[in-house]
């Protein structure tokens, strides 16, 4: 008696966000005006999220001039350099939305004049900063695979810096930096996961004949 081992490739679904069936659920159901129940469930929120195929990249750019950092879509510094600024382009932060979609909010930019110093926040008003617009709209809450904007704030240079990387935030907090908390939770660059919620897979496996 012979057990022939063979080698087989099995390909295995795997849901990463552990919502069964939520990104299938959501182009059949969705429907605007029921985005607040993102989250609440055990499973199920795939109806209540945006539309991860219209999510943008935000950029993070620097101003030597101001010595302030900002975050906006590249075309949105783009536009800024050719007509007045010195936006140096620091790299990709994160992906959200330029309009409103299911179960987002604004993520507004204050500014205040006295050093320059960009906030962003899903919060409607920031002491002391002057409202300058809504940058992108992201979710209230981690919901829908996204992950935590953080802030970190230099108040002695009159900067606020935001990252998803939690290692970067903790670097600059030990280095003197303040926690400047969550602005909002946003998709994460690298979509091959969140890009339909689930990843493949190959395992080889080995089992008898
Ligand atoms: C999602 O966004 C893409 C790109 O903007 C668009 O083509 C598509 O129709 C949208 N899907 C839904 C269900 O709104």
């Not at 679904?13 to 939520?22: E, S, Y």
């Not at 109806?47 to 219209?54: K, L, P, S």
């Not at 926690?179 to 080889?204: C, K, N, Q």
């Amino acid at each position: 008696m012979q057990i022939l081992a063979s080698l087989v490739t099995v390909v295995i679904f795997i849901n990463i966000l552990g919502v069964v069936g939520a990104v299938e659920g959501d182009s059949a159901s969705k429907k605007s005006g029921c985005g607040k129940k993102g989250g609440s469930g055990s499973g199920g929120q795939g109806g209540n999220c945006a539309n991860i195929t219209a999510a943008v990249t935000y950029i993070q750019a620097f101003s030597p001039q101001i010595k302030a950092h900002t975050l906006d879509t590249r075309a949105a510094f783009v536009n800024a350099d050719t007509t007045q600024g010195d936006w140096q382009f620091q790299g990709k932060v994160f992906r959200a939305w330029e309009t409103q979609e299911t179960s987002t909010v604004p993520l507004n930019r204050f500014l205040t004049q006295v050093n320059q110093d960009y906030i962003f926040t899903t919060a409607s008003s920031v002491s002391g900063f002057g409202a300058n617009g809504v940058v992108a709209y992201v979710y209230p809450s981690q919901i829908c695979g996204s992950i935590p904007l953080l802030g970190a704030s230099n108040s002695a240079a009159g900067d606020h810096y935001y990252t998803t990387d939690a290692h970067e935030h903790a670097s600059l907090t030990s280095g003197g930096w303040s926690d400047a908390g969550i602005s909002g939770y946003v998709l994460p660059l690298d979509d091959a996961v969140t890009e339909h919620g689930m990843e493949w897979r190959s395992y080889l496996v080995l089992f008898p004949v």
